[in-house]
């Protein structure tokens, strides 16, 4: 089977840098994918992007050695088994916030033996290889997202989950779920929350990955301890750079924009 290079640099304990796509476009996948990252997720929660689409920008992303991932739209075992037919390597899975919903999880990306997959791999086995039934168990990632206070009430047993590879902090829902706002430099209650969840995973030799406002503050949380980063999105990154083309040709004068989220 094809190999999973995310998984691969983890256990080398070499730095992971991923990127995150929510514009519905397999050319765009190409760009960003074509950039040097590590892995590349494409977002089916909050990005604009159905199945149709993602299943394009795989195929896209499938150009580049980087690992293709997904965040799936929901906790739905459907929509996680058919993005793993579609070719995902690792799965995201939004608010993982008790145990039985981090087990269920794992079942869907796990074909029986370890799990309750149902077979049908179609993309995956052209991108994975013909041995990808035998080895997806062992080549395919979950990771839970940690977004909520029930998620830091259970945090010891949800990570307990046998199966799991690892977890992916959500900042923002973590605040709102703590009752302060999102931002891209989180307070004192997110922060010692965010440090939290990282220990935990560290001690129990897990992936622990975060959502991140930009390249710098993906730095300072490699910096911190954490193996994957992702330094924003597409819309963010096209934004930015648009942006401040309108910058630089109106001499300097201020653009009046809207960054996507
Ligand atoms: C969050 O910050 O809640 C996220 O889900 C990041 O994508
Ligand atoms: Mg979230």
Known sequence: MRPNLL????????SIVNAWLSIPSS????????QGFDSVTVDLQHGMIG???AVGMLQAISITSATPLVRSPSRDPNDI????DAGAYGVICPAIDTPQMAADFVAACRYPGKGTRS?????????????????ANDVIQAFAMIESKEALDNLDAILATPGLDGIYIGPNDLALS????PSAQP???VEQAIARILDAALARGLLAGIFCSDGD?????????????????DANALAAASSSRVLAARGGKQAIGVSGY
């Open 81 to 84: 088994m058919r993005l793993l």
């Open 7 to 14: 998984k691969q640099k983890f256990l080398a304990g070499e």
């Open 119 to 135: 077979f049908g791999p179609a993309r995956g086995l052209l991108y994975g290889g013909p041995d990808y039934f035998s080895k």
């Open 187 to 189: 307070g004192e209650i």
């Open 51 to 53: 199945f149709d689409s």
């Open 217 to 233: 503050a993906a730095r300072r949380r490699l910096e911190q301890g954490f193996h994957l980063v992702t330094p924003g999105n």
């Open 178 to 181: 703590l009752g302060v706002a």
């Open 27 to 34: 050319y765009a996948a190409e760009v960003v994918a074509s």
